[in-house]
């Protein structure tokens, strides 16, 4: 029967979140999955090692074995183009990219000429139908909104300007996948800000997470206090990815994976409740918004707040996440809500979670999920 499940990035923690909703919902048997290693049983311990690390019971982390191991990647995908598996492909949830806001020297190769290559393995085959390109919302770049909501539209500006070389490649990627190979099935899937899971907090990854820690420590930040932001855990992303896997039909060619207007949430609630899971008193009234360029005057505080971390390191990468954060987008997500998907859970309701998981590692290796 061709309704095989394709998943690229089952190591990493999208998608690997995804690959251990799928086995919860009883999918394991139609899973294949795009992974590499030193050798087949080199990648299948690093991909159940993942899934492992994501919450997966011993149990279902053994699901995976050599009948759902694609060996390969994303640049030498022409080595398992004749395997026959592929012919029974229906659906792939493309997670596989390079999730950095350094500007790495293999972005474009990895999550540009990736995505082509697979778009071109993919194309064509019979039994294809559905091609879920899992991008970023701010591939729509900066400039999207006049009023900070930004909606789900397909056609994203080719000259927009972006903050991060990161989000660029993702806008390109998804601009090339469908001038390249019109009639692809592809859905652009565009997650928010992800940060944490509900159950297992930042155990995963701290990702992102630590901005929220270091501008309470700060009592400082780009963003207003009652400004809201858009953040959504892993583990609703994989199960909202799945359930668009899986639907028999789609009403939209576009989704955002967001928190949107009902479930965003403000500066303000985020100080209250990560305040609530350190038993600290939240900044409130005492914290102080400042612009890009104001954040290096606070490196004395950074260096008294934070000792031992790489305070030029640390200003660099708040000036990266400060532009983001000015920006202050919320995602409209009308399109998956309307699928029936329910609305994400709210950052301040799973966020002493994630300062519980990550209350001992230093705020500088939580940075290292970022700056590869």
């Known amino acids: 029967m061709n309704d095989t499940i394709l998943i690229t990035g089952s190591t990493g923690f999208l998608g690997g979140a995804t690959v251990v909703q799928a086995l919860r919902s009883g999918l394991g048997s139609r899973l294949l999955l795009l992974a590499r290693g030193k050798d087949s049983v080199d990648a299948l311990e690093r991909i159940r090692a993942n899934l492992r690390l994501l919450g997966a019971t011993s149990e279902e982390a053994a699901e995976i074995g050599v009948p759902q191991l ?4 994303l640049g030498t995908l022409d080595t398992v183009s004749a395997d026959p598996r592929l012919q029974q492909v229906s659906v792939c949830v493309h997670s596989a990219a ?9 972005l474009e190769k990895v999550n ?12 064509r085959r019979p039994a294809f139908r559905r091609f879920l390109y899992i991008g970023t919302a701010m591939a729509c770049g900066v400039g999207a909104s006049d009023d900070g909501t930004v909606t789900e539209q397909l056609a994203l500006r080719p000259e927009a300007d972006h903050l991060v070389p990161y989000t660029r490649s993702k806008a390109l990627a998804e601009r090339m996948l469908q001038a390249k190979f019109p009639g692809l099935p592809v859905v652009m899937v565009r997650p928010s800000i992800v940060v944490g899971h509900t159950t297992l907090g930042c155990a995963p990854s701290q990702s992102i997470f630590w901005v929220f820690l270091v ?9 207003a206090l009652d ?3 858009d953040v959504v855990p892993v583990d609703w992303c994989a199960a909202s990815i ?12 576009v989704y955002h994976l967001s928190a949107g207007m009902a479930s965003s949430v403000s500066f303000r609630e985020v100080d209250v409740a990560l305040a609530a899971a350190r038993g600290v008193t ?16 606070l490196m004395p505080r950074m260096r008294e707040v934070i000792p031992g971390c790489n305070d030029r390191l640390l200003l660099r990468a708040l000036k990266l996440y400060g532009g983001f954060a000015k920006l202050s987008y919320v995602f409209r997500n009308d399109n998956l809500l309307a699928e029936g998907i329910p609305p994400s ?5 799973y966020l002493a979670r994630c300062y519980d998981s990550a209350r001992d590692i230093p705020v500088a290796t939580q940075m290292e999920w970022d700056f590869k």
Do not use: C, W
Request: aromatic share 8%.
């Open 70 to 73: 694609l060996f390969g990647d």
């Open 98 to 106: 390079l999730a950095t806001f350094s500007n790495h020297p293999s």
């Open 112 to 123: 540009v000429d990736g995505t082509l290559a697979l778009g071109r393995l993919l194309y």
């Open 215 to 223: 501008a309470q420590l700060l009592g400082a930040f780009t963003i």
């Open 227 to 229: 400004d809201r932001i």
């Open 242 to 253: 799945m359930a668009l896997a899986l639907k028999p039909e789609l009403a939209h060619d």
């Open 282 to 297: 939240p900044v409130g009234a005492a914290y102080r918004q400042t612009d890009v360029r104001g954040l290096a005057d």
């Open 345 to 349: 859970p709210r950052l301040s309701d």
